[in-house]
């Protein structure tokens, strides 16, 4: 049976923003004053609305990581991450570069037994990575990008996962701990085994949990959207679900 709760307090309502009175002929030339001087500084700093532009040029590289590695972490400050588990005894690693003007450089060093994939752009107003990683079985996984997506299947070791913007779609997870965090953007995770703790949060989209028949402790709370759960809460379970949003409806669903 589903149990939906009341939520919290709604945020107080933007107030609105009156678009400025139309100025008076008289200060057309003051206008034009100013484009231009803007117009000078933009092409004396090489700064013109082509660099403004995003990336145009595109390039993608595959490899593989052999070794003693038993967990994975990405640094990115714009890209998308797809992480999948697959029978393979290494990681393969796909790697879409996107930018303008400088080809944005790439590593993947291991040390201790972490994996860890990053890349740098210098001197660029448009660069990203878009990563495809396949990974063995086990691996804790640990990601971070500034803006995009995060793709993950059917993985069994720990997660954290955090994207300022961008959605977290997780689907036939096995681990048991998971944490997932968007500052704007949807978080959905789904259990293929009850996990022993989950901890979603959204600064703004919902944050929705499903997993197997089991006793949960849960804690849902909103600033603003409602509480969906389908499962009897469960005080003093070990098994812990904490799903915070704060504009977004939160929920923790049967599987």
């Known amino acids: 049976m589903t149990k939906t709760l009341s939520s919290g307090p709604a945020g107080s309502p933007r107030p609105s923003v009156n678009a400025p009175a139309r100025g008076s002929r008289r200060r057309a030339p003051y206008v034009l004053a100013a484009g231009a001087v803007l117009g000078a500084g933009l092409l004396l700093t090489g700064c013109g609305l ?12 595959a490899y593989d ?8 972490r990405v640094d990115s400050d714009s890209g998308a991450i797809v992480v999948t588990e697959s029978r393979r005894s290494g990681v393969h690693v796909t790697e879409t570069l996107h930018w303008k ?7 993947h060093p291991v040390s201790g037994g972490t994996l860890r994939l990053e890349h740098k752009c210098e001197g660029d107003w448009g660069c990203d990575v878009d990563y495809k990683i396949e990974i063995p079985r086990g691996l804790d996984v640990r990601l971070e990008t500034g803006s995009g997506d995060i793709t993950l299947r059917s993985l069994t070791g720990e997660l954290q996962a955090r994207t300022g ?9 096995g681990g048991g701990r998971a944490v997932a965090e968007t500052g704007s953007g949807d978080v959905e995770l789904r259990f ?3 996990p022993r703790n989950v901890e979603v949060d959204t600064g703004s989209g919902d944050g929705v949990v499903h997993v ?10 909103t600033g603003s959207g409602s509480h969906t759960l389908e499962l009897p809460n469960d005080a003093a379970s070990p ?6 949003t704060g504009s977004g409806d939160a929920k923790v669903l049967k599987a």
């Open 50 to 61: 082509g660099n403004i532009a995003g990336p145009t040029k595109q390039a993608e590289q």
């Open 165 to 173: 913007s961008g959605v977290i779609d997780a689907r036939d997870l």
């Open 101 to 107: 003007s400088t080809k944005p450089a790439t590593s």
């Open 65 to 72: 990581v052999t070794g003693d590695v038993g967990v994975l």
């Open 192 to 194: 293929a085994t009850a």
């Open 212 to 221: 197997p028949q089991e006793s949960y402790h849960v804690t849902l709370d």
């Open 239 to 244: 098994r812990r679900i904490i799903v915070r």
